[in-house]
């Protein structure tokens, strides 16, 4: 599986058959893979450090979950820290993991020079859906995150793309995280995981050329991943960003960016009330250098010109998105639709406040914190200024 996936992004990211929009070259880059942890030796899981749960880690080797080597990590949950009461425990803030700390006693792991992602094997033991998680963080800021869905008796590779251009500003890891989320805390979890590995190489940011009007991003390249970041609230990350080629999932011509974002606690459903709080909202943004490149005035020129939206909501119940815009001098405005479940839906905004349109300086796509006992899925497309 995990072969598979490297496979299918690699030839996407080599092949120069993409939109107009990209200015295409051949890319020089080699890239190197390393094994930092292979949960081969006691001091390997001695090192990592245990956060919210009760239960066991221990090697084993089990053919049926090795994959390199000959062992790897055993993680038996008996049940989260905060014992069974699930109304906690399905909050992502008590999430069992465990974090690898760069000062570690086994193995230094801050070198963050041309990282172009990490990955860890995960395979679900149980009879039931488990969602693998996965981050890095430096110092207090979470610069990666990666979620992945197993079904029962699963496994899989889970990969955390490195975003250049959100990252470039840090030059070293302070700890590699890894935990799991489920519906299922009421009774015991066991995941087996090996192999921690990191990839080296990363290709620089495709150019991006923006129209005035009509789709300025379609967000249906995998280059635009690239010029989004996570928007996250509190100190779990519960957003990750990653690219879909699943066509059912597009409206674009090659893909789409997807958002999975983990439910908050186990509480009732935010439509019941007015959730227009800053600190309720996840989501993501878009990169400063690519705002630039949009010629937001032109809408104040236009009769009825809006800005648009395409997005799909994969969630079991209608719910709200929020598009806040930010301008250089601190005006921000937020405009908030309601979308239709399992559906695409195209939001447009067309009161923009006091927001100066000429100096645009942040673009955020954000949602309510709600539970429905499994991450929401959203996936975006066309990012449209136009009438």
């Not at 009461?85 to 963050?112: E, L, R």
């Not at 009421?186 to 990191?198: A, S």
Request: glycine fraction near 6%.
């Amino acid at each position: 599986m995990r072969n598979t996936v490297k496979k299918i992004l690699s030839f996407i990211i080599a092949v120069c058959v993409v939109p107009v929009a990209f200015a295409c070259k051949k890319s020089t880059k080699t890239y190197s893979e390393a094994v930092l942890y292979g949960f081969e030796s006691y001091n390997e899981i001695a090192s990592l450090t245990p956060k919210n749960y009760m239960g066991s880690a221990e090697l084993s080797d089990d053919v049926k979950y090795v994959t390199q080597g000959e062992k790897c990590l055993k993680w038996y949950i008996e049940s989260p820290f905060h014992g069974l009461n699930t109304s906690v425990s399905q909050g992502t803030y008590a999430t069992p993991h465990f974090k690898i700390f760069a000062g570690n006693f086994f193995k230094d792991i801050s070198d963050f020079n041309d990282v172009k992602s990490y990955s860890l094997d995960v395979s679900n033991a149980n009879d039931f859906t488990i969602y693998a998680l996965m981050w890095i963080e430096s110092g207090s800021s979470v610069i990666a995150t990666a979620h992945s869905e197993l079904a029962a008796g699963k496994s899989e590779t889970v990969e955390t793309l490195i975003n250049k251009l959100s990252t470039e500003n840090f030059s070293s890891v302070s700890a590699v995280c890894f935990g799991v989320y489920t519906e299922h805390f009421d009774e015991p979890v066991t995941v087996y995981i090996d192999n921690l590995r990191v990839t080296k190489g990363q290709a620089d940011p495709k150019d991006i050329a923006v129209p005035k009007t009509g789709s300025v991003v379609g967000f249906d390249d995998i280059g635009y991943f690239d010029y989004a970041y996570p928007v996250n609230t509190l100190a779990m990350p519960m957003v990750a960003l990653g690219y879909n080629l699943n066509p059912e999932y597009t409206s674009g011509k090659n893909g789409s960016l997807k958002a999975d974002i983990l439910p908050c606690t186990d509480g009732s459903h935010m439509l019941t009330a007015d959730y227009m709080h800053e600190k309720q909202h996840n989501g993501f943004g878009i990169a400063k250098s690519l705002l630039d490149k949009i010629d937001f005035e032109v809408l104040e020129f236009m009769s009825g010109g809006k800005l648009k939206l395409d997005i799909y909501a994969c969630v079991d119940a209608p719910m709200y998105v929020y598009i806040k815009i930010a301008d250089t001098a601190g005006a921000v405005s937020t405009a908030r639709a309601k979308l239709e479940p399992n559906a695409w839906n195209t939001v447009a905004v067309e009161d923009f406040g006091s927001v100066d349109l000429k100096n645009v300086v942040s673009l955020e796509v954000l949602f309510d914190m709600y539970s429905v006992y499994k991450p929401m899925s959203f996936y975006f497309n066309n990012l449209f200024l136009g009438v």
